[in-house]
C-alpha cells in the first residue's frame, strides 16, 4: 500500500501528469455517458470517477489500472435497477448507490477471505463472448437515443446530430492518428491526441446547442448537472436490499474479472506483479468510496487503462491527478455540460462499446479448438437473449462445463517394458512388451471426483480386454492428488479386485500423496503392494509367479 | 434395451419375483409417505411407483435399480409446489405432475446430447451433506404430524400413537433380524423379513384406528384412497410453467445425481457395468411417465434399491413384479387404507431419512482432508439455512470452488541433472545439479484457464530467484492438454521472455499436445526450440553457450 509512493521519483512526474490530464478529459464524456447507460443523471457518472480512483489508489496493486465507470457494469446495475426505479429518479442514484456497496463489500470480503482465484471461473472465450455480448446489447440500446426515437422511426435532427457524430468518431479512431503525425506531430502524441476525439465531438455538440435552435426542434440534452462535490450519501431506502443481494454478487464478481483482465494485459506490458486478493480490497474499497459519494459501481477499464498506460502513466499518481481535475471541473460552472446533446452521447458510447468486439479469439479457437468457439458462441448468445445477468451464470456454467467434462476423459495409458530396459511406455506409440498376467496403467491426470467414475470406467475395460492379468500396476508418476471423493472410488476398486482375486498395486507414488494415504485406510487395506519403481514391481510379480 | 429379457434364464425368476414382493410391501408405506412429505394426496406415492419403474426397466441400464418416489426429491417438489397452491389439493397434483414432466424432459434432453458428465458435478462430500442436510429438515417438518400439533404443543393420543410407532421402527431396525435369526429363521430371510416392519407398523395402526375410537379423540389419518388406476393426466395449467422451469431444472439434476449414487454402489457389488447416459434416458423416460399418470418426480433410491438387490432382484423383472402388484392393489378395495394414521406415517418418514445420515465420510475426510469437512459442513448448513433448493447451487458451487482453488496452486518442480545420467529429478527431493544459465521446470498438470494465471505467476517467481538463467526450459511430460485460455498465457509467456531476452524451450511435449499446438501460432512465434528430451535440450543449450 502506497509503496509507489516511498519510491517516487522526479522523473515520474511528467507521465503522471500527461497521462492524468488525457484520462480526465477521457473521463467527462464516458463517465456522462456510462451513467446514461446505467439509466442515472449524468453527473453520477462524474462522481464515480472522483473518489473510487483514489482510493484503488491506496490499495490496490496495478500501477496503470484508471478505476471508474465502465460499460458492461453499467448496463448489469441498469438490468438490475431498472425494474425498481423509473431511468434517471432520485430512487435510481440511490439503489446504484445501494448497489455499489454490496458489491464493494462483497469484493473486500473475498479479498479478506484471499478468494483470488475466483478470477479463474471465466475461461478466456467465455469471457469474451461474454463482452462481445453485452457489447452488442449496449450498442443496439443506444441505438434509440442516436436517432432521437424508438426503430422504425426516428427524430431527423437528432438523427443527423448522432449520425454524424458517429461517423467523425469512427473516422479519427481510424484516421486522425495518421492525419497528425503526417501533419508533423510526434507518433506517441498523436496517437494520445486521437483519442481526445470523442472529447471533441461533445464540446462540438455543445456548442451547435448553444449557437443553434436544435433544442427547439427536439433534440435533447442532459439537462441541468448540480455544481459542486458529490454529497455523502448513505443510503437509505432498506425495503430495496434484498432484491439487490444477489444480483450484487453477481456485479461484484464481473467487476473482478473485468478488472483483473485489464490489469493483466498491461501488467504483462511491463512485468509488473498484480496480488490478485490486493485486486479485490482494492476494488472493493474503490465500489464502497463510491457508494458513499452518489455514485454506482464502478471497475477498471480496459480501455481507459490503455489510454492511462499510453499516456505515460507510471504510477497511481496519475489517476489522483484524472480525479483532481474532475473535482475542479465539477466545482467550476457546469452550465454548459447541461447542454450536451443525447445523441452525440449516444454516439460516444456505441464506438467505445464497437471497441470490445475483439473477435481474434474467435479465429485462434477455431484453428485450435472448436468446443472454445462454442463455449464463446453459447455465452454471446445467452446474453443476447436471456440477459447480461443469466449470461454470467451461463459463462460460469460453461467454464465449469467444459473442465467437468474434460476431466471426465483423462488419459490412461497401458505400458509396456522396452526390451532389456527398465522403461515402460505406452503400448501405443511404442514397441513396448507386456505380459498376460500383468496389466500396468499409467494415470496421467489428478484423481479427483471429477474423474474418478471416468477412471475406474477405464480400468475396468481395461480388465475386460486383458481377461488374463492377475495383478493391475497403477503408475501414479502424474498422480500429483487424490481428494476424499477418489479415495473412496480407489477404496471400492480396491474391494471389487480383490473378490475377484487380482492384485491392486501402486507404483511411483509421490511423496506428497503418499504422505496423504498414509492417513487412509486404503493402504492398510490394500489388496497389492506399493512399489518404487515400475520395474521392480514387474520384476516382483513376475517372481512371486515363478515361485508359485 | 431389453438386453436382460433377450438373455432371461429360469432360475432368475425365483429371486425376482420374492425381490418384486417384498418392495411392493415396502412401496405402499414408502409412496403414501413420500407424498405427504410433497404435500400431495397419498395416492400419488402409489401412482408414482407403478409406471415409472415399468419405463425405466425398459430404459434404464441397472439392474437393481427401484425408481419410485425418493424422500430428498419430495421435500424439493414440496418446496416448489408449496408457495403455489395448498397442500394436498388438485392444483399440487398438477403442479407436481409438470414439475416431474419438466425434469423428465431434461433428463432425457441431457441423456440425448450424451451429457452423462453432468454427475461428476457434485463432489461425495457434498453429496453428503446436501443429504445429511435434506434429511434433517424432513425429519424436522414431519416432527408435528408425528406429534399432532405445532411444537410446543402436542396432542395427546396422536403423539402417543406417532412415539409408539417410532420406537417399535428404532427397535425393529436394530435388533428384529438378530431376533428372527435367533428363532431360527435363515439369515437371508430374517434380513429381509425385518425390512416389512414398517408395513407392520402401518397395518397395526390401521387395525388400531378400525378397532378404537382414536378418529374421534382427533387422531389425522390419510383420508380417502380413490380405488383404480391413474388416469392419463396430461397437466393444463399453462399459466403455472414458468416459475416451475428453473426448479424443474435443479430437480432433473438431483434426480440423476441420487439415482447415480445408489446405482454406482449396487453396480459396484455384482460388476455390472451403468451407462451414465442410458441412466439419463431411463429417469427421463419414467419422470415423463409419472408425469402423464398423475404422479411426481421420482429416482432412484438406495434404501429401497437396495431391499430390492438383498431380496433377490436379478433384473428390472423384479421392478415389474413390484408395479403389477401395486396397480393390483389399487384395484383391490382400498377403503382400509384411508384408515392409516398419518403420526404412524410420519415415524415411518422419520425413520426412513434418519438411515439416510451416514457419517462415515466425515470420519474419513477428518483424517485425509480437512478442506472436505468443511465442505461437508457448508453444504449441510447451506440445505438447513437457505433451503434445499439453495442447498444444491451451494454444493455446485463448493464443489467448482474447490476445484478451481486446487487447480489454481498447481505442482511445479524445479528439476537438476542427477550427476552422469540422462535424468533430471526435483531439486528439492534429490541432490541434483542445476546450471546457473539454465533453469528446467516440469509442469505437472493440464494447462487450462482455472491454473495459467497461478503457472505464469510461479515461472515469473522462479525466474526472479534464478536472476542468472538465459534459458528457461519447460518439461511437459504431465500435460495432456493446453486449452484455448493457456494457449493465450504460453503465447504471452513467449513474448514476455523474448523482450527479456529469455529462451523459451518446450521439452518432451507429449504427440496428441504437439498435434494441436501445431495449429497455433506459438509454435511458429516460439522464441525458442522444442527439444524431444530434457537431457537433449540441456546438452544443446550448453554447447550454444560454449561456442558463443
Known sequence: ML????HYRRELLAGDISAGLVVAMMMIPQGTAYALVAGLPPVVGIYASILPPIIYALFGSSMTQSVGPMAIISLMTATVI???APAGSALAGVLAAQLALISGAVLLLCGVLRMGFLANFFSRPVMSGFTVGSALVIAFDQLHTLLGAELPHLHAPSAAMGVT???LLVLSKQYLAGLLKRCGMPAGVADIAAKLAPMLVVLGGIVLMATTDLAAMGVRTTGTIPGGLPHLNLASSSAHWKPLLQPGLLIGFIIFLMSMSAAQSLALKRNEKLVSNHELIGLGAANVASALTGGFPVTGSLS????????????????LITAALLACALMAPTGW???LPLPVLAATIIVAVLGLL??????????YDRGDVLAWGATCLGVLVLGVEAGVV??????MGTLIWRASRPHIAVLGRIAGTEHFRNVERYPAETRPELLVLRIDANLFFGNMEAVAERIECELATHASARHLVLVMTAVSSIDTSALYAMSELNQSLKRRGIGLH???VKGPVLDRLRNSELLRELNGRLFLSTAIACDHLQTAKDVA
Open 165 to 167: 457524430a458517429l461517423l
Open 506 to 508: 501402486l507404483a511411483e
Open 3 to 6: 509503496h509507489w509512493l516511498k
Open 358 to 367: 475483439e473477435l481474434g479469439i474467435l479465429r485462434t479457437a477455431w484453428q
Open 304 to 319: 481507459r487503462s490503455a489510454v492511462n498506460f499510453a499516456a505515460g502513466a507510471n504510477t497511481p499518481l496519475a489517476s
Open 394 to 399: 451461463v459463462g460460469v456454467a460453461l467454464s
Open 337 to 339: 455540460l447541461s447542454l
Open 82 to 84: 431498472g425494474p425498481l
